[in-house]
């Protein structure tokens, strides 16, 4: 008796160890039930804010986008900020804008590259930033891409302004220049001439144009006035000779030994 006993006892403990394990599970199913009940909870607070966060972009529209990447913009390129244009990030990303947006020509990212100085990779990833805020449109020639300002674009205009007030003088006065007949060379000297050098100094108040070659004074006037019209300072061009300006004087000898920025042909002395 005592042993059937015994084996009764343990069977009802097994029975018991059986209903608390399984209660356990229960337990534990329970838990993990609670568990996924919470996680699908905070996956749809995550899908709710995601679906907010996009509608609010939609809200916001293209306009606050195109700022943000234009805010991009005018940080990517690290080189030294120019003296004359303090606005922009670089001198290296005023040149490359100024190359894009004051005239309506197509140019490959290998012209860009060799117009401005700047390395490939640098023009490239320039490009892709400004395409992607709708300032530069492009199309394929061959393998070629072409690109060129948007007109339809609300920031080009305002750019452009900008540009032709501080780094415009140079392509505007190739412009007009190159059409004149009789000049062998042009660069800008002075004040301008030295701040787009990085030469600290005062903020100039006006252009001075050297022009060497036997144009028609004239034409080269009416160039300067024209050009005068965009950048909104004066273009005080000065016309001589290769022989006059060979000689030792000490205004000549002044320009040869400061900064100077070609505009049109090689530079006399080189």
């Not at 805010?71 to 490359?96: C, H, K, N, V």
């Not at 965009?230 to 000549?252: L, Y």
């Amino acid at each position: 008796m005592t042993e059937a006993t015994c084996c009764e006892e343990r069977a009802t403990g097994a029975q018991s160890e059986g209903t608390a394990e399984a209660t356990c599970c229960e337990e534990r199913a329970a838990g993990a039930q609670s568990e996924g009940t919470a996680e699908a909870t905070c996956c749809e607070e995550r899908a709710a804010g995601a679906q907010s966060d996009s509608s609010m972009t939609d809200i916001c529209g293209e306009g606050v986008l195109s700022i943000k990447i234009m805010e991009d913009i005018l940080r990517y390129m690290r080189t030294e900020a120019p003296l004359l244009a303090p606005i922009f990030r670089s001198d290296g990303q005023a040149r490359l804008l100024s190359a894009l947006m004051l005239d309506d020509e197509e140019r490959s990212l290998t012209q860009l590259a060799e117009q401005t100085g700047l390395a490939y990779p640098s023009v490239h990833r320039e490009v892709a930033r400004l395409l992607q805020a709708g300032i530069l449109t492009e199309r394929q020639a061959g393998r070629t891409r072409l690109l060129r300002a948007d007109p339809d674009s609300p920031l080009v205009a305002p750019l452009r302004e900008i540009l032709l007030i501080t780094t415009g003088p140079v392509p505007l006065l190739k412009d007009e220049l190159s059409r004149i007949h009789g000049i062998e060379s042009a660069f800008l000297h002075g004040s301008f001439a030295a701040r787009m050098r990085r030469v600290d100094g005062p903020a100039p108040n006006d252009i001075d144009l050297m022009v060497i070659g036997g144009p028609d004074p004239d034409a080269v006037y009416d160039a300067c006035g024209r050009v005068e019209e965009s950048v909104h300072r004066p273009v005080n061009p000065t016309i001589t000779t290769r022989s006059e300006f060979d000689r030792d004087s000490g205004f000549h000898t002044r320009v040869r030994n400061s900064p100077t920025v070609p505009v049109l042909g090689e530079l006399p002395w080189h």
